[in-house]
T-cell receptor
C-alpha cells in the first residue's frame, strides 16, 4: 500500500491564483481530513469527510473548498490564494475502530506571494 | 474545538538526559492521542490513552493520563538523537469524534549529541 499520498510536494502561487491540492489513500479509510501547519500553531483542521459525498468544516475552513466523490480521493481547493494561506498542508485518513489512528500524508508546502 | 495547553514549547537536552512534555486541559477528556513529527516529516501516531490514571510504555517512552483525565504527559528516558522532533498531543472531549482531531501546539525537542 502507498498509504496517503499528496501532490504536489511544493507549490508557489501568486495572490489570487487558484489551485487544487491532491490527496489520495489506498487503505479504504472512511475518514479523511485536511490540516494546515504553521510555525508555533500546531496542526489546525481545515475540512474533514466521514465518507464519500459527506464533508464538513473544521477550525479554519475559510478560503478552502473540499469535495469527496470517491472513498480514495479528497482534494483541497484554494479558490483565490492569499499570502495568509502560506503553510504546510497535511492530508490524513483514518477508519472506524476502537483506536482511530490518523495516517498522515507527506505534506504539501505552499508559498503564496 | 478542544483547547489544550502543551508545555514546554521548546526543550533542548543533552543526549542521555530525560525529557517530559505535558498536555493540560481545563475540561475532562474522553481520551488523548500522542503523535511525533520528525523535522521535515509528517505526524506519526504513537499511542492513545483512554482510562483514568493509565500508564503505557513504549521502550524509553512513558505515557500517562491523569486521574481526572484533564492532563497527560510523555516522558522520554535517556534521550537519543533519534528522539528529535515535535511531540503533539491530540485530546478528545466526551462525545467527540476521533476522526476530527484537534492538536496541541506541540513541544519541539532537540538533542545535543
Amino acid at each position: 500500500n502507498a498509504g496517503v499520498t499528496q501532490t504536489p510536494k511544493f507549490q508557489v502561487l501568486k495572490t489570487g491564483q487558484s489551485m487544487t491540492l491532491q490527496c489520495a489513500q489506498d487503505m479504504n479509510h472512511e475518514y479523511m481530513s485536511w490540516y494546515r501547519q504553521d510555525p508555533g500553531m500546531g496542526l489546525r483542521l481545515i475540512h474533514y469527510s466521514v465518507g464519500a459525498g459527506i464533508t464538513d468544516q473544521g477550525e479554519v475552513p475559510n478560503g478552502y473548498n473540499v469535495s469527496r466523490s470517491t472513498t480514495e480521493d479528497f482534494p483541497l481547493r484554494l479558490l483565490s490564494a492569499a499570502p495568509s494561506q502560506t503553510s504546510v498542508y497535511f492530508c490524513a485518513s483514518s477508519y472506524q475502530s476502537r483506536v482511530v489512528t490518523q495516517y498522515f500524508g507527506p505534506g504539501t508546502r505552499l508559498l503564496v506571494l | 474545538g478542544q483547547q489544550v495547553m502543551q508545555i514546554p514549547q521548546y526543550q533542548h537536552v543533552q543526549e542521555g538526559e530525560d525529557f517530559t512534555t505535558y498536555c493540560n486541559s481545563s475540561t475532562t477528556l474522553s481520551n488523548i492521542q500522542w503523535y511525533k513529527q520528525r523535522p521535515g516529516g509528517h505526524p506519526v501516531f504513537l499511542i492513545q490513552l483512554v482510562k483514568s490514571g493509565e500508564v503505557k510504555k513504549q521502550k524509553r517512552l512513558t505515557f500517562q493520563f491523569g486521574e481526572a483525565k484533564k492532563n497527560s504527559s510523555l516522558h522520554i528516558t535517556a534521550t537519543q538523537t533519534t528522539d528529535v522532533g515535535t511531540y503533539f498531543c491530540a485530546p478528545l472531549n466526551s462525545g467527540g469524534s476521533n476522526y476530527k482531531l484537534t492538536f496541541g501546539k506541540g513541544t519541539l525537542l532537540t538533542v545535543n549529541p
